[in-house]
């Protein structure tokens, strides 16, 4: 499951330091919080995946697990406010500001392509 992201280039975050650090980069930071769900399988990592295929992309790409990594996710999940905390997530940061957000209603009951679709609008138009 860490693997169907990171072998597309995410690095994964462990600790609270290293989410507020890839969150400070410059330009633009995506963030996917993986979880063991059959929604993140089933459509957000492959959505994720293929939102990053054509077009304009995301200067950075990380990832957090929750219930594996919890103190990373939590710190993410700070910069995520005033969404609540949701696994699967993803969120677009530009210049260290959450500009884009996708919670778990966003991603359930969707297919890949619509979160991809989804994705790649908001790289339009922040990336």
Same mark, same amino acid.
């Given at each position: 499951? /860490?693997?169907?992201?990171?072998?597309?280039?995410?690095?994964?975050?462990?600790?609270?330091? +290293?989410? %507020?650090?890839?969150?400070?980069?410059?330009?633009?930071?995506?963030?996917?919080? $993986?979880? @063991?769900?059959?929604?993140?399988?089933?459509?957000? !990592?492959? *959505? @994720?995946?293929?939102?990053? +295929?054509?077009? /304009? !992309?995301? %200067?950075?790409?990380?990832?957090?697990?929750? *219930?594996?990594?919890?103190?990373?996710? $939590? +710190?993410?999940?700070?910069?995520?406010?005033?969404?609540?905390?949701?696994?699967?997530?993803?969120?677009?940061?530009?210049? *260290?500001?959450?500009?884009?957000?996708?919670? !778990?209603?966003?991603?359930? *009951?969707?297919?890949?392509?619509?979160?991809?679709? $989804?994705? +790649?609008?908001?790289?339009?138009?922040?990336?």
């Amino acid at each position: 499951m /860490k693997t169907d992201l990171t072998t597309v280039g995410f690095e994964e975050l462990h600790t609270p330091e +290293q989410v %507020d650090k890839a969150f400070a980069k410059p330009g633009t930071v995506l963030c996917m919080v $993986n979880s @063991v769900c059959g929604c993140a399988a089933g459509a957000a !990592r492959p *959505g @994720v995946k293929m939102s990053l +295929q054509s077009g /304009k !992309r995301p %200067d950075h790409l990380v990832t957090v697990f929750a *219930g594996v990594d919890t103190d990373a996710t $939590n +710190q993410a999940r700070k910069h995520f406010l005033p969404y609540p905390p949701s696994s699967p997530s993803v969120a677009l940061f530009r210049g *260290g500001k959450l500009v884009h957000f996708l919670e !778990r209603h966003h991603i359930e *009951g969707r297919t890949a392509d619509m979160i991809a679709e $989804n994705l +790649q609008m908001a790289y339009e138009e922040f990336c």
